[in-house]
């Protein structure tokens, strides 16, 4: 994830400010979100099968796994969801002012992020058999140039990432810096892609089948010689982030709701729920290797 990766359900709370006279009293984030009865999700719907849209009745509808366990959430709470879209970076932003109480994107995790948030128990959805790899898609007339990574790497090519995301990172150890392009939206990625404007772009294998899909001059390098992460340091393992000690009682209750859907199988459930409803098939790596 941004994600097939240690990635994050990130939620980030805004101190709540009362009184006057000098004192300033704190109230819980919780308390807020049951006193208004709904609780504003933030998402990035971009990042199949944890959020994307899907058309229902001729409307885009966002689903996905993190969805559903973003409602289990508000459930336990006993609040409404509401959802708060945006592209992935300005998730962070929104929760960090108060438009949302809770951002849910795949957020990876990353020793930079720890220094500034908290992190709640961490879920995986993926078993070791699923796709979550990331790789590097190209033009297909490009495809044949590169063996090994090797060769990515000495071609110095214009490679684009989503913005914040933890592809971005790995585009770092491709590239120049100076060549890196950085995108609000994976599909913005596979755009420009298709069109010329970059070279390359950083995703997960997931996402990548969609671009597949959308853009018919575009490919997946294999996995074999081309899988960015092999040892798995990005595993599909996603984990709440909240900004401090105040977010703890919510922090709890995200805790609970992980803990129990893991336990109950609901967090596998969602995730093969999801992927029936991807305007694709996702098959077995072996099958998609060339």
């Not at 010689?225 to 599909?236: E, G, M, R, W």
Request: aromatic share 6%; with cysteine; charged share 30%.
């Amino acid at each position: 994830m941004r994600k097939y990766m240690k990635v994050g359900l990130a939620a980030m709370m805004v101190l709540g400010l009362a009184g006057c006279g000098g004192k300033t009293e704190e109230k819980d984030i919780l308390a807020k979100i049951k006193d208004k009865g709904y609780i504003v999700v933030g998402t990035s719907p971009d990042y199949a099968p944890n959020e994307f849209y899907v058309d229902k009745d001729g409307k885009q509808e966002v689903v996905g796994s993190d969805i559903e366990l973003a409602k289990e959430i508000a459930k336990e709470i006993g609040v409404e969801m509401k959802l708060e879209t945006s592209d992935f970076n300005t998730v962070i932003t929104n929760v960090q002012a108060g438009i949302a109480d809770l951002g849910i994107a795949g957020f990876a995790w990353t020793e930079e992020r720890e220094k500034s948030v908290k992190f709640s128990e961490s879920y995986s959805q993926n078993s070791d058999e699923d796709e979550g790899w990331q790789g590097l898609i190209v033009r297909k007339d490009m495809a044949s140039k590169f063996k090994t990574l090797e060769d990515v790497k000495k071609a110095n090519l214009k490679i684009a990432a989503q913005a914040g995301s933890i592809q971005y990172e790995m585009a770092t150890h491709l590239t120049d810096k100076k060549n890196i392009v950085s995108l609000g939206e994976t599909n913005a990625c596979a755009a420009e892609l298709s069109v010329g404007g970059i070279d390359a772009f950083v995703c997960s294998s997931t996402q990548a089948k969609a671009m597949e899909k959308v853009y018919n001059n575009i490919k997946l390098l294999p996995k074999n010689n081309f899988n960015l992460d092999p040892n798995n340091k990005y595993a599909q393992v996603c984990t709440i982030m909240v900004k401090d000690d105040s977010s703890n009682s919510l922090k709890e209750v995200v805790d609970k709701v992980i803990k129990n859907s893991k336990e109950n199988g609901n967090l596998s459930k969602w995730s093969s729920d999801a992927k029936k409803l991807l305007p694709f098939e996702v098959k077995p790596d072996s099958e998609d290797e060339e």
